[in-house]
């Protein structure tokens, strides 16, 4: 069990001598001052009943009554309460890190039927119990096929999620990766781009569908282009898309990956989420983390056990990859229970209707003067439109109406001030298309006679 043990001065005044620093704050003076809290000094205690009055007024300060069509890679999808109430029982919630031996069999099987769900989801072989998120699995993946082909070089196109790529440019800063972002063609992957410079040191080619900016695309081509040079080909992969769209395993990927927060998880400002991780039988020695399988004991009764476990006290050290310890374990459960609640049936019914009411925002916004689409490629529940004015100020404007209308992309993309990407899923009614319309179409028509 971990614990906690805090250091006298003493120990303290001996540590800073060995690291050559007179004192905790030049320890420090490597971050940057405006990233620093100007002070570590607490208030004076309060009694118990005045602290929670300053909580609930702080947390009085955020928004959630908005209309919400933000997306790019985390969504509002419903949760069914079953999934609240079952997760919610002690025997799950306060469930240490499931990565040892001798887990129990609840969890154990938990973890099995997750492993199942993401096999058949994404078309794979082989499914790990889970990773952090989403941005995680993708850096893994990556350093999986390195260890695969034994070569250093990464071809990543530019329209796969801009947050999982800064991800994986940080990781991998002290890695032999090397990383080269391949600009997108008006919303999809650069096919020309990628197979100029696929070669014999290449180890990947990463690529998401949909995209970042909602298009749908099919990389069968691409997957037998890498083949053709030894490389593997990365997918990212938005869960519930699946319920329509054709899988990474059927488009010849080599490892899929994504964000399951889609999957049973609530935005919660930002997570805990999950990362989700497939891949072929012939690499499941490569792939990180745990992996669960089932077989019987000696009166044929079927029993689930650690197969495969990747951290450094089970294997030779050397051999050791992430081993992923901490408990993602309950947000697979919430996975687990919300897959299995929906079924395949309920799950491409809610793919369904996110698609076909994003095709009916698209309508209405279409019929907006000065609204344009950058991008003509299918797309899934998302999609980016071009206004007359900035986006960032649309936004505000939009926001102070009670409507988040999407992401502006100029943060992303630079030269894409005036884009929106706007995300519809089946949470958002006939109502809110109107209003999200009606809306957009007051601050335009302000903007216009503005000017």
């Given at each position: 069990?971990?614990?906690f043990?805090g250091?006298?001065?003493?120990?303290q005044?001996q540590?800073l001598e060995?690291?050559?620093?007179?004192?905790v704050?030049e320890l420090f003076?490597c971050i940057p001052a405006?990233?620093?809290?100007v002070s570590?000094?607490l208030?004076?205690?309060?009694?118990?009943?005045e602290?929670?009055?300053h909580?609930?007024?702080?947390?009085?300060?955020?928004?959630?009554?908005?209309i919400?069509?933000c997306?790019g890679?985390?969504?509002?999808?419903?949760?069914?309460?079953a999934?609240?109430a079952l997760?919610?029982?002690?025997?799950?919630?306060?469930?240490?890190t499931?990565?040892?031996?001798?887990?129990?069999?609840?969890?154990l099987?938990?973890?099995?039927?997750?492993?199942?769900?993401?096999v058949?989801?994404?078309g794979?072989?082989?499914?790990?119990a889970?990773?952090y998120?989403?941005g995680?699995?993708l850096?893994?993946?990556?350093?999986m096929?390195?260890r695969i082909?034994?070569r250093?070089r990464?071809?990543?196109?530019?329209?796969?999620n801009?947050?999982?790529r800064?991800m994986?440019q940080?990781?991998?800063?002290n890695?032999?990766?090397?990383i080269?972002?391949?600009?997108?063609?008006?919303?999809r992957?650069?096919r020309r781009?990628?197979e100029?410079?696929?070669?014999?040191h290449t180890?990947?080619?990463?690529v998401?569908?949909?995209?970042f900016?909602g298009?749908v695309?099919?990389f069968?081509d691409?997957a037998?282009?890498a083949h053709?040079?030894?490389?593997?080909?990365?997918?990212?992969?938005?869960?519930v898309?699946?319920?329509?769209?054709?899988?990474?395993?059927e488009?010849?990927?080599d490892?899929a990956?994504?964000?399951?927060q889609s999957?049973?998880l609530p935005l919660?400002?930002?997570?805990?989420?999950l990362g989700?991780?497939?891949?072929?039988?012939k690499?499941?020695?490569?792939m990180?983390?745990?992996i669960v399988?089932a077989?019987?004991?000696?009166?044929?009764?079927?029993?689930?056990v650690?197969t495969?476990?990747?951290r450094?006290q089970?294997?030779r050290?050397?051999k050791?990859?992430s081993n992923i310890c901490?408990?993602?374990?309950?947000c697979a459960?919430?996975a687990?229970?919300?897959l299995?609640l929906?079924?395949?049936?309920g799950?491409?019914?809610m793919?369904?209707?996110?698609a076909?009411?994003?095709?009916?925002a698209?309508d209405?916004l279409?019929?907006?003067p000065?609204v344009?689409?950058?991008?003509?490629?299918?797309?899934?529940?998302?999609f980016?439109?071009?206004?007359?004015?900035?986006?960032r100020?649309?936004c505000q404007?939009?926001?102070e109406q009670?409507?988040?209308?999407g992401?502006p992309?100029?943060d992303?993309?630079?030269?894409m001030e005036?884009?929106?990407?706007?995300?519809v899923?089946?949470?958002?009614t006939?109502?809110d298309l109107?209003?999200?319309a009606?809306?957009?179409q007051?601050?335009?028509?302000?903007d216009?006679?503005n000017?």
């Open positions: 069990m971990s614990c043990v250091s006298t001065v003493e120990e005044r540590m060995t690291l050559g620093v007179s004192s704050e003076d405006h990233l620093r809290t570590f000094d208030p004076q205690s309060r009694p118990e009943n602290v929670l009055r909580i609930a007024r702080l947390s009085s300060r955020n928004r959630t009554d908005l919400n069509f997306g890679g985390y969504y509002e999808h419903h949760i069914p309460a999934v609240d997760t919610s029982r002690g025997e799950f919630f306060t469930a240490y499931p990565y040892q031996a001798e887990a129990s069999q609840g969890t099987q938990a973890m099995f039927e997750f492993q199942t769900a993401v058949r989801l994404t794979m072989e082989v499914a790990n889970s990773l998120d989403g995680s699995a850096f893994e993946a990556v350093m096929s390195m082909t034994r250093d990464i071809l990543v196109d530019t329209a796969v801009p947050i999982h800064k994986l940080t990781y991998a800063a890695t032999p990766a090397r080269v972002e391949i600009p997108h063609e008006k919303g992957v650069s781009r990628m100029e410079l696929l070669d014999e180890a990947a080619v990463v998401q569908n949909p995209d900016f298009c695309d099919d069968t691409l037998r282009a053709q040079r030894g490389a593997l080909l990365v997918v990212s992969f938005y869960p898309s699946l319920g329509l769209l054709k899988s990474p395993g488009m010849g990927a490892i990956v994504g964000e399951g999957l049973g919660s400002f930002g997570g805990p989420y989700l991780m497939a891949t072929r039988r690499y499941i020695r490569q990180p983390g745990r399988g077989t019987q004991d000696a009166q044929g009764r079927t029993g689930y650690l495969l476990q990747a450094e089970h294997i050290r050397e050791a990859t901490t408990n993602e374990g309950l459960l919430r687990i229970i919300f299995a929906l079924g395949p049936g799950l491409r019914n793919a369904l209707t996110c076909r009411r994003a095709a009916e698209r209405r279409s019929r907006i000065g344009s689409f950058p991008f003509e490629h299918p797309v899934f529940n998302e980016v439109i071009e206004l007359p004015a900035d986006a100020d649309v404007r939009m926001f009670g409507i988040l209308p992401i992309l100029a992303f993309y630079p030269g005036r884009c929106l990407l706007v995300a899923t089946e949470q958002r006939e109502e109107q209003r999200l009606e809306s957009l007051t601050v335009l028509s302000k216009g006679n000017t």
